[in-house]
């Protein structure tokens, strides 16, 4: 009897941690969707779509703009 009662508790505390483990790795992928959704840009991607010159207007863009391609030519 002493027996299938520790099986029986373990079992239960088995049971009890995988339920536990599952709970976890929801919220992990829950909160991955997240932080999926707003993504931050980081300083590679900035220095890379980025020019200061060409955007405060001192040299022209090295790709033109969509604005600077659908404005009638003088």
Do not use: C, W, Y
């Not at 099986?7 to 932080?35: E, H, T």
């Not at 959704?37 to 040299?59: F, H, M, W, Y």
């Amino acid at each position: 009897m002493h027996r299938l009662q520790i099986g029986l508790f373990g079992l239960a505390a088995m049971l009890l941690l995988v339920g536990l483990a599952n709970i976890i790795m929801d919220r992990a992928r829950l909160a991955d969707k997240a932080d999926a959704a707003v993504q931050v840009p980081t300083i590679e991607t900035v220095r890379k779509n980025s020019d200061p010159l060409a955007d405060i207007g001192v040299v022209p863009a090295a790709e033109p703009t969509s604005s600077a391609m659908a404005a009638p030519a003088q």
